[in-house]
Each structure stands twice: as C-alpha cells, then as structure tokens.
C-alpha cells in the first residue's frame, strides 16, 4: 500500500471526488432552520447525482490504472521481478490498482460527510440522529467505492492487453458508458447492467437489498482473476 499512496493520481482523484460531491451539495435548496437529519439528506442527494456518475470512470482509472504500462515500458518491471516472485507481482498488483479505484470515493465521501456533519448538524432542529437514512448512506458510499474499484481492474486489463496508456484510461470510460447507452435504448429491463443502478440500487436485489452485494462481490473477484491472469501471461514473456 505505500506505493499507492506515494502515487499523486490517488489524491488528485480524491480532490475530484470531493470537489464533485461539493458540486452536488450546494445544488441543494438550503434553508434556515434545517429540519432534522438534514445534514444526512443533503448528503445523499449530492452524492446521488449525475455528476458522481460522471466522475466515476475517470477518477477511478487515474491512480494505479496504467501502472502496468509505466513499469513495462521504463523497463522497472525488470528490475521488480528479480526481487519478487511473479505470483507477488501479480497479487499486489491487482489489489493496488482495486485499491485506487476504491479509495479515492471512500476517501472523499468520509471527508464529505464529516463536513456535511461539521456544518450542517449544529444547524438542524434538535432531535435525534437518523440512524436508518446514516446506514442507507453508508451503503451508498460502499456501494460506490467498489463500482469504483471494479473500473480500476477494467482499466488494469486494457493497461496489459494493449500496453498503451491510452487504452488504459479510455476504454473503462467508453464501457461504462456503452452499457448505459445500451440498457437505456435497448435492453430497458436489465437494470444488472446498468452501471447506474449498481450505485443507486433502485430495482429488485433481493431480500434487503442483498443481491447487490453478491453481484459487486462477485463482479470484483471476476475482474481481479481476470486481470491476474492477463498479467502472468505478461510476465511469461519477459
């Protein structure tokens, strides 16, 4: 993990992050006195927006998207391998790059919401925390940070498969956005592939909602196994 975070797209992506979220947030109708639990509302409304969706693809490939791409070609990966057995190589890097696409979200949502919390809260009218609407935001947030980790190991495939940084950090934009093109004008009813629906969760996921985490769950280990056995292929040939 100290690589990740030496690297500067990791918190140039929570910057975008959080500017998006504050972007969303001051697109609320705010009015003295808040009501209760308004700091919660006001959170969730900016973090359910299009410009989330937006940011989504972009700020997920930035951090350790390429890396692959950057190690080969300045001829590091070499060097790296000599060190490290493969199977390390392999494994540290699907859970760095899974890793920098999960955490700037998760990053700038915590800030976020404890800035949310800060000013709001000691505006609203007294009474007690929306535990139930804190949890949906929770999950929102969660929800979000793993679509966010899953665009990161797409971006980790197309870095191996085309060694080009332009594929790397293109193609996961041109996906994401082919399968909203396609659910919305052709297949209306699978809500499944819908990236949308994957962060607001808006459709039949089963008891409590818990099909959503066996499909992000499932979608994650899918993407991870994938890209893993692109890299050690990669590797057979240096």
Not at 110 to 125: A, H
Not at 183 to 198: G, N
Not at 204 to 216: E, K, R, S
């Amino acid at each position: 993990m100290k690589e990740l975070f030496k690297e500067k797209g990791l918190w140039i992506s929570s910057l975008l992050c959080f500017a998006g979220l504050l972007i969303g947030f001051f697109s609320n109708k705010m009015e003295l006195p808040f009501s209760e639990g308004s700091f919660v509302k006001f959170y969730l409304k900016a973090a359910d927006t299009q410009i989330t969706l937006f940011l989504l693809p972009i700020a997920a490939v930035l951090p350790m998207g390429a890396i692959y791409v950057k190690e080969s070609s300045s001829g590091f990966l070499r060097l790296y391998i000599t060190r490290i057995s493969q199977m390390e190589y392999i494994q540290r890097k699907t859970l760095q790059i899974y890793a920098g696409g999960f955490l700037p979200f998760f990053f700038a949502g915590t800030l976020g919401l404890l800035c949310s919390f800060l000013v709001i809260y000691p505006l609203e009218l007294q009474g007690e925390l929306p535990w139930e609407s804190l949890w949906q935001l929770v999950q929102l947030l969660l929800r979000i940070s793993l679509v966010g980790g899953i665009l990161a190991e797409v971006s980790g495939i197309f870095a191996a498969l085309f060694r080009n940084y332009y594929m790397a950090y293109g193609l996961p934009f041109v996906c994401y956005y082919m399968l909203i093109i396609l659910k919305e004008r052709y297949f209306t009813d699978m809500y499944a592939m819908y990236p949308a629906e994957w962060v607001k969760c808006q459709q039949d996921w089963g008891v409590d909602g818990l099909g959503i985490w066996v499909f992000l769950a499932a979608f994650s280990v899918a993407m991870m196994l994938l890209h893993g056995l692109l890299l050690y292929h990669c590797l057979e040939e240096i």
